[in-house]
C-alpha cells in the first residue's frame, strides 16, 4: 500500500487498497465482533479475554478467513505490517496496565500458604511444559531452536493471568473472601516469576550465542535496576502533584506516554523486546495515590496449519492434559498439604490454571522471534481459550462455602414484646460524602439500655471495565478499610468510623463490595443475610447538588435499590440524604434533632415507628408523631396497637421532647397542608407504601409520600428516611432467596463480632418458620 489515503470511491479509487480506510475497516470488525461475543457470553460468566480469543478464531484462517475472498479483501497480507504495529503499539500500553496492576510491595508481604501454593503452580507445569515440548519438536515444530522452545513452552503453560483471575473472582463474588486473596496473592508471583523466565526465553532465542544472550539478560537486569533507582523517584515526583479530585495535568500524561515509549524502544534495542519496557514502567509507578488509578481511565488471529487434523487434535488434548494437570494438581497438592480443605483446594487450582491476554502476549512473542509456528501457536491459543472457559462454571460447581448455624431471626425493626436485643443495621453508601449522614443518623436510632445497635458500614464500589478496581479490592482487603484513592481520605474514613465507634455505644464494622451494578445488589442481599440485618438502609438514587436540586446518578442505581427492595430478607430503608448533622459526624453529646414521623397506618408505616420509636429514646432528638386519621372507622386493629405501644414506650423515657398531632383525612390536599407545615423539621421518617393517594405523579422507590418530600415542590433541607417492612408476601424473591445456590459476598468484616478476627461474609439459609422477631 503505496499511499495512506484513498481520494474516495467517486474518484474511482478502493478505499480497501489505502491504509487508513482498510486499517479503520478492520478495528471496527473486530470492536463489533468480540464486543458482540461478549455480550453473548455474558450469561455464561465469561471474561471477555474469552469473546476476544473466540473472535480473533472466527476472523482468522479458520473461520472466516477460509474465504479466500474475505481475507484478501478485509486483511489482505499488504496490510498486515500496519496491523501488526498497531496491534504490538496497543500490547505495549497493555503491558503497562498490567504492571500498574502488579505491587511489588503487596507480593512481598504474601503469606506462606499463597507462595508455596504459587511456586508449586509454575514448577509442575514448566517441567511438564519441557516435556510437552519434546513431543512437538517431534512433530509439528521440527526446527525451533530447543532452549528457547522449552522455556516457551513451560512460561505458557504455568503462567496464571491476574487481571482475569480477578475479573472471575469478581463475577463470583470471592474477590475479597480468604479464598480469592489468596488466589490472587499466588497469582501476583506466577505473573513476576513468569516474566523473569520470558525474558530468560527471549534472550535464549536471539542469535544463539551464549555470549550475545548473557550480554542480552545483564543489559536487561541493568535497565531493570535503572528503572527503580533512576525513574521511579521521577514518576513518584509526578504522583505527588496529582491530588485527589483534580484531574492529572496533560503534561503528566504526556510525560508518562512518552516514558512509556522510551522505555519500549530502550528494551528493544537490548533485544528483550519493546512490550519489557512498557511493563516495567508500569511496575515502578507508585501505586499510592490518585495517579496510578487515574492512568488506568481509560488487544490476536488464530489458524490450524496443514499439518494432519489428527496429529494437532492428539497435541491439543496432550497440552491441555499437562496444562491442568501441572497447574491444578501443583495448586491442589500443596493446598491440601498446608491444610486447606478439599473443596476449596480444588476451587484454588482452577482459579490458578486461568489464562488470559498475557498469555497470548507470551504466544505473540514467541510467533515473532520464530520458536512458535502457525501450528503451534493456535494449539496454545485453544489451550488457553478452553482453560479458561472451564474455570467459572467448575468453580460453581465445586465451591461450596460452610453456612453459619446462627439462626436468621429478627428480620424487621419492630420486634416482639420483651424482645429488646441487638438491632444489625446495614447501611450502604456510594462515596465517603454519606458518611456523616450515616452516623448521625444511627447515632440517633441508637436506642437506650440494651437495646443495642451494631452498624455494618458498606462501601458500595462499581467495577467498571478500568481494572483499577483490581487494586481497590487489594488495598480494601488489606486495611480492611474501605479504599479511597487519596491516602488523607483513607485516613479520614478510618478516623471517622474509629470515633464514632469510641464515643457512642454503637459498635461498627466497615465492609466493601466490589461488583459491577447489574449484581451488586447480590451483596447487600447476601451480606444483610449472613450479618443477620433487620434492616438496609441503601443511598438515594440521586444526588444532592450545591443549589438543593437532586441529579440522577443514573438508571442502573435506581436499579440496584428496587432489586433490594424486591429481593432483601428484612426491612429496608432509602435515605435521601440532605447533609443531616452537617459535613461532620455530631458527637452524642451535641445531638439536637427534629424527627417528623408521617403515619397513615399499614405495615410501613408500622415499621417506620418502631424505627421512630427509636429515635424518641436519644435525649437529643425531640420526635414529633402526625397521625392521619381515615374520614370513616376503617382504623387497624395493628395501627392502633403500634400507636398505643409508640405512646406508653417514649413517655417513660422522656418527657416534653415528643409531640402527638392528629389530622383528620387521607386526600391529597390534606396531606399536603400538613406535611408543608412540618418543613423545618430535620428528618422525616415515613412508611414506602402508606395507604394514601400519590402526592407527586410517577412516585419512585420512595413510594407516594416519600417521593413528594423528595421532589423540588417541598422546599426543605431535611433528610428523608423511607422505609419498607419485610414481608415475605411482599418480598417474593427473598421467599426463593437460595445462599446455598450463590458465593459468597464480596465483603469482609473489619472487626468481626467483638473477636477483632476476620472471616469472609458467607450467607444463611432462610426459612419463613424462622421469621418470627
Known amino acids: 500500500m503505496a499511499k495512506v489515503a484513498s481520494n474516495g470511491a467517486f474518484q474511482g479509487e478502493s478505499p480497501l487498497d489505502f491504509a487508513l480506510p482498510l486499517i479503520i475497516l478492520q478495528i471496527c470488525l473486530v470492536l463489533v465482533v468480540t464486543r458482540g ?29 477460509r474465504s479466500t475472498k474475505f481475507l484478501h479483501t478485509v486483511f489482505p497480507p499488504a496490510s498486515m505490517t500496519v496491523l501488526d504495529t498497531l496491534a504490538n503499539l496497543g500490547l505495549l500500553f497493555f503491558l503497562f496496565l498490567v504492571g500498574l496492576e502488579l505491587d511489588i510491595s503487596a507480593i512481598r508481604r504474601t503469606g506462606k500458604k499463597a507462595l508455596a501454593i504459587s511456586l508449586s503452580g509454575i514448577a509442575l507445569p514448566f517441567a511438564l511444559g519441557i516435556g510437552t515440548s519434546f513431543a512437538f519438536r517431534a512433530t509439528i515444530v521440527k526446527d525451533a531452536p530447543q532452549a528457547p522452545f522449552l522455556v516457551f513452552m513451560g512460561v505458557a503453560l504455568s503462567i496464571t493471568a491476574f487481571p482475569v483471575l480477578a475479573r472471575i473472582l469478581t463475577e463470583l463474588k470471592l474477590l475479597t473472601t480468604d479464598l480469592g486473596r489468596m488466589a490472587l496473592s499466588a497469582a501476583a508471583v506466577d505473573d513476576v516469576m513468569a516474566w523473569i523466565l520470558l525474558a530468560l526465553a527471549i534472550a535464549l532465542s536471539g542469535s ?48 508518562t506516554l512518552g516514558i512509556v515509549l522510551a522505555a519500549g524502544f530502550a528494551t528493544d534495542v537490548i533485544g528483550i523486546h519493546a512490550l519489557f519496557g512498557g511493563f516495567v514502567v508500569g511496575v515502578v509507578v507508585p501505586k499510592d495515590g490518585p495517579f496510578a488509578g487515574m492512568l488506568i481511565e481509560k488487544r490476536p488471529q488464530d489458524q490450524c496449519g496443514h499439518h494432519q487434523r489428527s496429529q494437532v487434535l492428539g497435541l491439543l488434548v496432550l497440552v491441555i492434559a499437562n496444562a491442568c494437570l501441572g497447574k491444578i494438581g501443583g495448586a491442589v497438592t500443596t493446598a491440601l498439604l498446608v491444610k486447606i480443605p478439599v473443596r476449596e483446594a480444588v476451587t484454588l487450582g482452577f482459579l490458578m490454571n486461568t489464562k488470559g491476554l498475557v498469555e497470548l502476549v507470551v504466544l505473540n512473542i514467541g510467533r515473532d522471534r520464530k520458536v512458535l509456528n502457525d501450528e503451534a501457536f493456535a494449539i496454545m491459543v485453544l489451550m488457553a481459550l478452553f482453560t479458561t472457559f472451564i474455570t467459572t462454571p467448575i468453580v460453581m460447581a465445586v465451591y461450596k462455602p460452610a453456612r453459619p448455624s446462627v439462626p436468621y431471626k429478627r428480620r424487621t425493626v419492630e420486634c416482639a414484646p420483651g424482645d429488646d436485643g441487638e438491632l444489625r443495621v446495614l447501611a450502604c453508601f456510594h462515596t465517603s460524602r454519606s458518611i456523616p449522614t450515616l452516623l448521625n443518623l444511627v447515632e440517633a436510632s441508637r436506642g437506650t439500655g440494651r437495646r443495642r445497635l451494631v452498624m455494618y458500614a458498606m462501601h458500595l464500589v462499581e467495577l467498571s471495565e478500568r481494572s483499577s478496581a483490581i487494586t481497590m479490592v487489594q488495598r480494601a482487603r488489606r486495611n480492611g478499610v474501605p479504599f479511597f484513592n487519596s491516602a488523607d481520605r ?284
Not at 440485618?533 to 447538588?545: D, N, S, T
Request: negative net charge; proline residues 7%; contains cysteine.
Open 37 to 65: 461475543l461478549a455480550y453473548l457470553f455474558r450469561p455464561l460468566r465469561q471474561p471477555r479475554v474469552i469473546a476476544e480469543i473466540v473472535g480473533g478464531i472466527l476472523l482468522g484462517p479458520s473461520a472466516l478467513g
Open 208 to 255: 544463539g550465542s551464549p555470549i550475545i544472550s548473557l550480554w542480552v539478560l545483564l543489559t536487561a537486569a541493568a535497565f531493570v535496576a535503572a528503572a527503580f533507582l533512576l525513574l521511579k523517584p521521577v514518576l513518584a515526583w509526578m504522583a505527588r502533584q496529582c491530588r485527589e479530585g483534580e484531574p492529572i495535568k496533560e503534561l503528566h500524561v504526556c510525560a
Open 490 to 773: 483513607e485516613g479520614q474514613m478510618v478516623v471517622a468510623f474509629e470515633a464514632f465507634q469510641q464515643l457512642s455505644s454503637v459498635r461498627v464494622r466497615a465492609m466493601t463490595a466490589i461488583s459491577d451494578l447489574d449484581t451488586i445488589h447480590r451483596d447487600v442481599i447476601d451480606s444483610s443475610s449472613g450479618k443477620r440485618a433487620a434492616i438496609v438502609v441503601m443511598p438515594y438514587h440521586k444526588a444532592l447538588q450545591q443549589d438543593g436540586s437532586f441529579q440522577s446518578l443514573g438508571s442502573a442505581y435506581h436499579a440496584v435499590n428496587k432489586r433490594v427492595l424486591r429481593e432483601a430478607p428484612c426491612s429496608v430503608a432509602v435515605l435521601v440524604d440532605r447533609g443531616l448533622g452537617g459535613p461532620a459526624q455530631v458527637s452524642a453529646q451535641n445531638v439536637s434533632f427534629s424527627v417528623a414521623m408521617l403515619f397513615f397506618g399499614g405495615p410501613d408505616d408500622r415499621e417506620a415507628l418502631a424505627y421512630t420509636t427509636r429515635m424518641a429514646e436519644h435525649p437529643g432528638v425531640a420526635v414529633t408523631l402526625a397521625r392521619f386519621r381515615p374520614h370513616s372507622d376503617e382504623e387497624s386493629a395493628d395501627d392502633e396497637a403500634a400507636v398505643d405501644a409508640f405512646k406508653s414506650k417514649v413517655g417513660m423515657v422522656k418527657d416534653g421532647s415528643v409531640h402527638f398531632e392528629e389530622r383528620q383525612g387521607y386526600t391529597k390536599e390534606e396531606v399536603l397542608e400538613t406535611i408543608n407545615s412540618l418543613s423545618k423539621f430535620n428528618v422525616f421518617v415515613v412508611g414506602r407504601m402508606p395507604p394514601t393517594a400519590a402526592l407527586v405523579e410517577n412516585p419512585d422507590e420512595l413510594g407516594p409520600v416519600g417521593s413528594y418530600l423528595a421532589s423540588p415542590e417541598f422546599r426543605t433541607s431535611a433528610s428523608v428516611l423511607v422505609i419498607k417492612r419485610y414481608d415475605p408476601a411482599t418480598n417474593p424473591k427473598s421467599k426463593r432467596f437460595d445462599p446455598s445456590a450463590r458465593p459468597p459476598a464480596a465483603t469482609e468484616d473489619v472487626l468481626d463480632e467483638e473477636m477483632g478476627t476476620r472471616s469472609t461474609v458467607v450467607p444463611v439459609p432462610w426459612s419463613p418458620t424462622s421469621d418470627a422477631a
